[in-house]
């Protein structure tokens, strides 16, 4: 199982992207996903997740109101919405998800990673 991550790019302040990870491979079911941020000399840290097979969903407080995350079950994909963006919010973004395989396994896999910059 692969992600695929796309969408960042440069945004000013106050401006909005989304982010689209998709999921291919041998899938069976994608049960949870979320979004990580990583900047240089930090830690990954959470965004937005789906939890307990997609009926929770997590923020960061850091994005609570702003980022929304959403998902698309029958394309296998997951999306971020990102509005009223913040020089802070730029990092990589990466995807993750977790399920099974049709070989019923189970997987956790990142995708490769969407740089996203504001100005300001």
Known sequence: V?????????VQAGGSLRLSCVASGDIF?????AWYRQTPGKQREL???FTRGGSITNYADSVKG??????????????LQMNTLKPEDTAV?????????R???EYNVWGRGTQVTVSS
């Open 2 to 10: 692969q992600l695929q991550a796309s969408g960042g790019g440069l």
């Open 29 to 33: 079911s994608i049960n949870d996903m």
């Open 47 to 49: 965004v937005a997740a």
């Open 66 to 79: 702003r980022f929304t995350i959403s998902k698309d079950k029958d394309k296998n994909m997951g999306y």
């Open 93 to 101: 973004y990466y995807c993750n998800a977790e399920g099974f395989t």
């Open 103 to 105: 070989q019923l396994i």
